[in-house]
């Protein structure tokens, strides 16, 4: 055969580093603290909604491709009460899609055309960058640098060109766990609003945030309700990363769109799983969410203690429920020969901070994940302090 079959939307593609180190973490037998698995409990309301509905055998069939009518009203419900979107309606402006991931793919291929440009800042969550350059979308990179992890409007401008089409971010972020304050959040409104830009915001990590930050949704900002495209999801929040269920929420005129492009790559989410998750809703109580950010942060706060005692400076978040931490006393040019290290000495998988930086930062951190449980959190911490 002498054809070569290989996409150009693909060609500048790797495997995330995320999955590799994963397997790398299985081949020695360490502690996962790479991959954002999340293994701790998932609520039992969600888990017997789900069960209930699979043993009947009555909800195995397709379901709408914008999703189920109960799960679709409970998160236009989350929107208008916490994330203060006024006016959204389930019927119009919710697509339950296959993940988040799986969102950002319908919007990308719904609303933009390839040859266009986003701007998106850096650290940056690997699958949006990927999911952009398959859908053939140019990425112009707002480099942010630790430990603040700040930006101006001058920086936005400078990336600005006639074929930007929309800012691209998530709050709380993966990986630095930067929680965007709102008077940030306006730079980036007024910035969209004067060049008449989109933006796409990824929100999964909404309700895990630390030392009293608040999350607050772009959306929910005076004039960007109609230019604002909210992803989320419940992967995070309530331990169900397997289950492949998010969201998008957006002005009717995109999610339409949105929903027929769902409709032809997905057909439509997991059914027998969405009622699952609409019947949890309606039961978790508030004191829930309240709870787990609570636990994340007290968990931030031992395991930034013991990079600190390792001598690899964590970059404190304050939110999601990863950390950044400075390698370069491990004495590597190269961040993915340190991970290697970090696992190979003590057991630990991380996540080169390349993976998440287009600029020579990246080359200076790994991302570790501390969504464990308690007791493979401290056994996590008693290797890593090894390192001092």
Not at 46 to 71: H, Q, R, W
Not at 181 to 200: G, M, P, S, Y
Not at 338 to 359: C, D, K, Q, Y
Request: charged content about 20%; proline content about 5%.
């Amino acid at each position: 055969m002498t054809r070569t079959f290989r996409s150009e939307r693909t060609a500048s593609l790797t495997q995330s580093y995320i999955r590799r180190m994963t397997r790398e973490c299985d081949r020695v037998g360490g502690i996962n603290l790479g991959q954002g698995v999340c293994d701790l409990p998932t609520p039992r309301s969600i888990l017997e909604g789900a069960a209930e509905v699979i043993l009947a055998d009555k909800m195995s069939t397709y379901g709408k491709f914008e999703g189920i009518d109960p799960l679709r009203e409970e998160i236009a419900k989350k929107a208008r009460d916490f994330n203060k979107m006024p006016n959204v309606n389930a019927d119009t402006n919710v697509v339950v899609t296959v993940g988040a991931t799986g969102a950002l793919t319908c919007v990308i291929q719904a609303l933009f055309n390839p040859g266009e440009e986003f701007i998106i800042f850096e650290p940056y969550y690997g699958y949006h960058l990927n999911t952009m350059k398959v859908g053939g979308i140019i990425p112009k990179f707002v480099s942010l640098e630790p430990p603040n992890w700040q930006f101006t409007r001058e920086m936005l401008e400078a990336q600005l060109t006639d074929k930007t089409r929309a800012i691209i971010f998530s709050t709380p972020t993966n990986p630095s766990g930067k929680v965007y304050t709102r008077d940030e959040l306006q730079v980036i409104a007024d910035f969209c609003n004067d060049h008449d830009l989109l933006a796409i915001t990824d929100e999964i990590y909404e309700f895990i945030v630390s030392d009293g930050s608040e999350h607050i949704s772009l959306a929910s900002l005076p004039n960007m309700w109609d230019r604002t495209l909210t992803i989320g999801g419940f992967s995070k929040t309530f331990s169900i990363t397997g289950w492949r269920l998010g969201y998008v929420i957006a002005p009717e005129i995109f999610a339409g769109p949105i929903g027929l492009v769902n409709d032809l790559f997905y057909v439509c989410a997991p059914t027998p799983l969405q009622y699952g998750v609409a019947m949890g809703l309606a039961q978790i109580p508030k004191e829930y969410y309240v709870e787990m950010s609570a636990d994340y942060q007290k968990k931030r706060d031992v395991f930034c203690g013991a990079l600190q005692e390792a001598g690899l400076t964590p970059h404190i978040p304050d939110g999601a429920y990863y950390v950044l931490a400075d390698i370069t006393r491990l004495g590597f040019d190269d961040d993915k020969e340190a991970a290697m290290h970090i696992l190979e000495t003590v057991g630990i998988a991380s996540v080169p901070g390349s993976s998440f930086f287009a600029s020579a930062i990246g080359k200076t951190v790994t991302r570790f994940c501390y969504a464990k449980d308690w007791d493979l959190l401290n056994q996590a911490c008693e290797r890593i302090v090894k390192l001092a």
